[in-house]
């Protein structure tokens, strides 16, 4: 059982990393073995990438409320 999460962990790291890297979802799809389009999706919401791009337009639209 440990061994099926492992891998499967090891998966998404190597999705999350591909999307991190500007990987289009149909390559990430195809590397991971996956048909679903949701899951790939998942992966690219949750790159750290994306995360930090959230993050800095969270802090930008702060920052304009502040000196408005």
């Known amino acids: ?3 099926v ?8 790291l190597q999705a999350t ?5 500007g ?13 679903s389009t949701t ?3 998942g992966d ?4 750290i990438e994306n995360k930090t791009k ?3 337009q969270v ?3 702060k920052v304009l409320q502040l000196n408005g």
């Open 44 to 47: 690219v919401e949750n790159s």
């Open 17 to 21: 990393l591909l999307a991190d890297a």
């Open 23 to 35: 990987v289009d979802i149909p390559t990430i799809k195809r590397h991971a073995g996956w048909k």
């Open 39 to 41: 899951v790939a999706e």
């Open 59 to 61: 802090l930008v639209s």
């Open 1 to 3: 059982m440990l061994h």
């Open 54 to 56: 959230i993050a800095n």
């Open 5 to 12: 999460i492992l891998v499967t962990a090891y998966e998404d």
